[in-house]
């Protein structure tokens, strides 16, 4: 008997749908200055690096969301900036991918080694605690969407496999 297929992915799939529904709800009404500023840098994020236009209704690729995660640290998105993100050394594109031979499809080990980069440079216990609130939103974005696009990536490598196994 066959193993059931993964989970969905795609424009359906429970993340795309999570950050799909926050791009298209997510309008000030009403709210307090703060609240305001978290819903603009939350839109600027997705709408800016993290979604695929036209529609905004999927994640891009996790390589091309590693790299260039570094120009939407502070100050991208009028988030104030601060010294910490400075060192972080952008990862190329090119670095992540195997490359003209195959296709310049992207490598799951440099991927991988990106993102665990990127998750232990943004992981709460190693950032500065002077970040003010927007800031600490801005990183929490970021985080939430490198992880959750890594998620997918997995989840269609699976897909894949089991089509293809």
């Known amino acids: 008997r066959p193993p059931p297929p993964p989970p969905p ?4 799939s429970p993340i795309n749908t999570k950050y799909a529904k926050a791009v298209q709800s997510e309008q000030p009404n009403g709210e307090d200055v703060q609240q305001a500023a ?12 993290a979604l695929l236009p036209p529609g905004f209704q999927m994640l891009k690729p996790i390589d091309q969301l590693v790299s260039t995660i570094h ?8 988030v104030p900036g601060h ?6 050394k952008a990862v190329p594109h090119s670095d992540l991918v195997m490359g003209g031979a195959m296709g310049n499809a992207p490598s799951e080990e440099k991927l991988k080694k990106a993102v665990r980069k990127i998750r232990f440079f943004l992981h709460p216990d190693k950032l500065p605690r002077d970040l003010g609130p927007e800031q600490s939103f801005a990183v929490k974005m970021l985080w939430d969407v490198t992880s959750d696009a890594w ?4 989840k269609h490598k699976e897909e894949l496999d089991w089509i293809n196994g």
């Open 71 to 78: 120009a939407h640290f502070p100050p991208a998105h009028g």
């Open 38 to 49: 978290i819903t603009r840098i939350k839109r600027d994020i997705l709408v800016n690096w």
């Open 9 to 12: 992915t795609g424009p359906g």
């Open 151 to 154: 998620e997918e990536f997995l």
């Open 83 to 88: 010294e910490y993100f400075a060192k972080f």
